[in-house]
């Protein structure tokens, strides 16, 4: 079945073609598919194409196939082309023509624009959570082993004193700037396209404000055109955030592959998180986070992909759209199965407290012992002179404790600022708005 068919089938390998993996990705769309016709119907029954008594028996069979949806048991049947097909199809078996009067004022085109928004922004909400989660967690350890120091690297060598307490919450820190462009992303995502049809309105007098608000959304996409256009604009704003979030996650895995190893030994990842050899007895593995490192490293190449499919294609739809749900839907449970293994995975890691015992690091304090000299009245340069010739002549050495005080340093982490800034922007998401809407649509 197909709702553009008329009389003339279509070459089979053809179909196969241009189908694709739709059938199978459509599966995700399919309880967004349903929450937006149910919008839909209740707005064209305000403006007369639908009867009240219509308007009742379709929202009662829409509610049965978003059961299904929920409960994993909503298949797109063999010979169907995709989800609306399956959907219209469905509500047509039990209800005759009345089921084929869910689609009168719209098209295809919005439909899959309003499948893919109403999915991406419960998607960013379950992403969203837990990013939170994870930096809720590293900032938890940060204060845990505030006091217990590291060295600080640059160009991989020894370089200055740093702490465990710097090094998760620098994490926690970048996460939260990544939760910004989150932000940003699902402002982007969360506008109505309904009701631009296929890319140039309706004759029929569409109530897009009313869709927009069953549907609670932030606003509309005004421009019909716009609308259309904004497909793949949305997939690609979106993925440079989901990027940013799987760049932070990357660096984190090096950091901890890298510590975890003898050469280092800063930190022991939990044994039952690690895994063996099948010819090294001794070994214990950092698997997880060599898996995040790669799965992470993928994403991030995810904005290239998308702006390619897309890229110098003229206003209107192009069936080349279509390819961006096979690289896109599937990236955020990729994502989400990242967050959930780091979290755990540095919710039970364990720190050396006795790193710096080693004389290898004693050269972290050179600048420790500049300052000191500064802070006495030596000149900065000739501060800097001296310690550098104790340096070399065998001669430096260095006892008193670290101390620095300003913000965002060694003595003063500031995760409780940063615990606010998180919150403040998690709390700008207002996910219960769209969370809200669907119960209201769906009775729950």
């Not at 008329?6 to 189908?19: G, H, S």
Request: aromatic letters at 8%; one cysteine or more.
């Amino acid at each position: 079945m197909k709702l553009w068919e008329k009389d003339i089938k279509v070459n089979e390998e053809v179909e196969k073609f241009t189908i694709g993996r739709d059938r199978e990705l459509d599966i995700y769309l399919a309880k967004h598919d349903v929450t937006g016709s149910m919008a839909h119907i209740t707005m064209l029954e305000s403006i007369g194409l639908l009867a009240k008594d219509e308007l009742g028996l379709l929202l009662k069979e829409l509610k049965e196939i978003y059961r299904l949806a929920v409960d994993g048991k909503f298949i797109i049947e063999e010979g169907i082309e995709d989800v609306h097909s399956q959907v219209e199809l469905i509500l047509t078996r039990k209800l005759g023509d009345v089921g084929k009067k869910i689609h009168s004022g719209r098209s295809r085109n919005d439909q899959v624009l309003l499948d893919l928004k109403l999915f991406t922004r419960e998607q960013i909400g379950e992403i969203a959570s837990d990013v939170s989660d994870l930096i809720d967690v590293l900032l938890a350890q940060s204060e845990k082993y505030k006091n217990i120091l590291m060295p600080g690297y640059t160009h991989l060598q020894v370089a200055m004193p740093s702490s465990f307490g710097l090094w998760f919450g620098a994490y926690a820190e970048s996460l939260t700037d990544d939760l910004q462009m989150l932000l940003a992303a699902y402002r982007i995502c969360n506008r109505n396209p309904l009701g631009s049809a296929a890319g140039y309105g309706s004759s029929f007098p569409l109530n897009r404000t009313m869709t927009t608000e069953l549907l609670g959304f932030d606003s509309m996409n005004y421009n019909v055109v716009y609308a259309q256009m904004g497909r793949g604009k949305m997939e690609r704003a979106v993925s440079f955030a989901l990027a940013s979030i799987a760049g932070s996650l990357s660096k984190l895995a090096f950091d901890a592959c890298m510590f975890n190893s003898q050469n280092f030994g800063f930190i022991k990842l939990p044994a039952q998180f690690t895994t063996g050899s099948s010819i090294m007895p001794h070994k214990k593995n950092p698997d997880v986070f060599e898996l995040t490192r790669a799965k992470c490293n993928k994403i991030q190449g995810l904005p290239i992909e998308i702006t390619l499919i897309a890229n110098n294609l003229p206003s209107g739809y192009f069936r080349d759209l279509q390819i961006i749900k096979e690289v896109f839907l599937p990236s955020f449970q990729e994502l989400k199965d990242c967050l959930v293994m780091v979290t755990h995975m540095m919710d039970k890691l364990e720190v050396n407290d006795h790193i710096l015992d080693e004389e290898k690091y004693k050269l972290l304090f050179t600048v420790e012992e500049v300052n000191k000299l500064v802070l006495s009245g030596v000149p900065f340069r000739d501060a800097y002179k001296k310690v550098g010739l104790d340096v070399e002549n065998g001669q430096f050495s260095y006892e008193d404790p670290v101390h620095h005080t300003h913000e965002g340093s060694l003595g003063n982490l500031c995760n409780k600022q940063i615990a606010e800034l998180k919150a403040n922007i998690f709390s700008e998401f207002n996910f219960d708005k769209a969370r809200e809407a669907e119960k209201q649509l769906v009775g729950e």
